[in-house]
C-alpha cells in the first residue's frame, strides 16, 4: 500500500499531475475520521490518489470519484488495483457535469476545474446528506488569490483567480451550509450542510 503511494508521489511530481498537498490530505483523513465519514463523492480523480489515500482513513470508507481526462483515468485504474481496492473505489470515467448519481454521501471533495467549484457545488449538494460536508480543495489556486490582480499576466490565469474568489463569496453567502475557510495545503472550504 504505501509503495503504492510513493510511486504515485512520484508519478504526480514527474507528469505535473495537481495532487492533494501532505498538510491537505492529513486535514482530510483527520476530519474523515472525527466525523464517522464513511460514504464520499470525489470529483476530479486524477491518477486516484486522494480517493486511495481516503480510503486508508478508515476500513469502512468507500469512494465515488469522477475523471473526465483518459489518461489519468486508466492511470487511476492500474493504482486502485495495484492498491487493491477495487471493492471499495467506485471511480466513473465521464466529465462530472454530466453525471446523475442517485446515492448520498457523508463527505464530498471538490477537487477538479477550479472555475467550475459552484457547479459541482450545486450539481452534487443534492447528494449529500443533512449535515455532511463539502470540501474544497485550493481554494488559495496556488497562492495566486493573495497576488494583487495586476501582477498576474496571463488573462486566463487571472479569470480563474477571479472565479475562485466569487466561489469564496458564494460560499460565505450560501446559508443553508456553514463554511469555514482553512489556510492548509493550497486552502480548503469546509461548507456543513444545516
Ligand atoms: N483529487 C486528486 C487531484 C485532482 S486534479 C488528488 O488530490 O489526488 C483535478 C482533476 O480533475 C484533473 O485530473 C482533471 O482532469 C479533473 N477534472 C477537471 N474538471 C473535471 C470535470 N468537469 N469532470 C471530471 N473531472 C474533471
Ligand atoms: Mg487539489
Known amino acids: 500500500m504505501n509503495t503504492v503511494i510513493e510511486e504515485m508521489k512520484e508519478y504526480a511530481l514527474s507528469y505535473n499531475v495537481p495532487i492533494i498537498t501532505d498538510d491537505g490530505l492529513s486535514f482530510l483523513l483527520d476530519y474523515i475520521r472525527k466525523n464517522h465519514v464513511k460514504k464520499i463523492l ?29 489518461k489519468r483515468y486508466l492511470e487511476a485504474v492500474k493504482n486502485i488495483k495495484k492498491a487493491k481496492l477495487e471493492d471499495r473505489i467506485d471511480l466513473i470515467y465521464h466529465d462530472a457535469l454530466d453525471v446523475s448519481l442517485e446515492e448520498e454521501y457523508d463527505l464530498i471533495f471538490i477537487d477538479a476545474a477550479k ?75 469546509v461548507s456543513v450542510k444545516k
Not at 501582477?151 to 486566463?156: F, K, V, Y
Open 42 to 70: 470525489e470529483v476530479g480523480a486524477a491518477i486516484g490518489y486522494s480517493a486511495i489515500c481516503m480510503c486508508g482513513a478508515d476500513p469502512e470508507v468507500e469512494v465515488t470519484t469522477i475523471e473526465r481526462d483518459e
Open 115 to 189: 472555475a467550475q467549484n459552484q457547479r459541482f457545488f450545486e450539481r452534487f449538494g443534492n447528494n449529500l446528506k443533512d449535515g455532511g460536508t463539502i470540501i474544497t480543495d485550493n481554494m488559495n489556486f496556488h497562492g495566486l488569490v493573495y497576488v494583487e490582480e495586476t501582477e498576474i499576466d496571463s488573462r486566463n490565469l487571472r479569470q480563474l483567480v477571479r472565479k475562485v474568489k466569487t466561489y469564496k463569496e458564494f460560499l460565505e453567502e450560501n446559508t443553508k451550509y456553514r463554511t469555514k475557510f482553512y489556510d492548509i495545503g493550497d486552502g480548503l472550504a
